[in-house]
């Protein structure tokens, strides 16, 4: 099992920007991609991005050319430079690590606790 630790989460202005960080711990030889989910209020949760252990990417639609999923396999560590802001980019935002991705799919085994990123208008 992999525990993860979200920071970076806060309160930004329309076209802002916050970086979000994960550091994964445990099991970390198991992770073949990392990513983001996020969950806005009364909505369900939706993939924003993740990649994989050899650097590829994928994003929603709704986020692509605004943001940027990175890792750092040294530091165990995914980033997530959100620009651009809008308010309704609003949500709490999980990260995740391992299970099953192919194409625009991302299921997850394992999730962090959250991080509230809130966009004001």
């Known amino acids: 099992q992999v525990q993860l630790v979200e920071s970076g989460g806060g309160l930004v202005q329309a076209g802002g920007s916050l970086r979000l960080s994960c550091a994964a711990s445990g099991s970390i030889f198991s992770i073949n991609a990392m990513g983001w989910y996020r969950q806005a209020p009364g909505k369900q949760r939706e993939l924003v991005a993740y990649?994989?252990?050899?650097?590829?990417?994928n994003y929603a639609d709704s986020v692509k050319g605004r943001f940027t999923i990175s890792r750092d396999n040294a530091k165990n560590t995914v980033y997530l430079q959100m620009n651009s802001l809008k308010p309704e980019d609003t949500a709490v935002y999980y990260c995740?690590?391992?299970?099953?991705?192919?194409?625009?799919?991302?299921?997850?085994?394992?999730w962090g606790q959250g991080t509230q990123v809130t966009v004001s208008s």
């Open positions: 995740n690590a391992g299970g099953y991705y192919s194409g625009s799919y991302y299921y997850p085994e394992d």
């Open positions: 990649i994989t252990s050899g650097g590829s990417t």
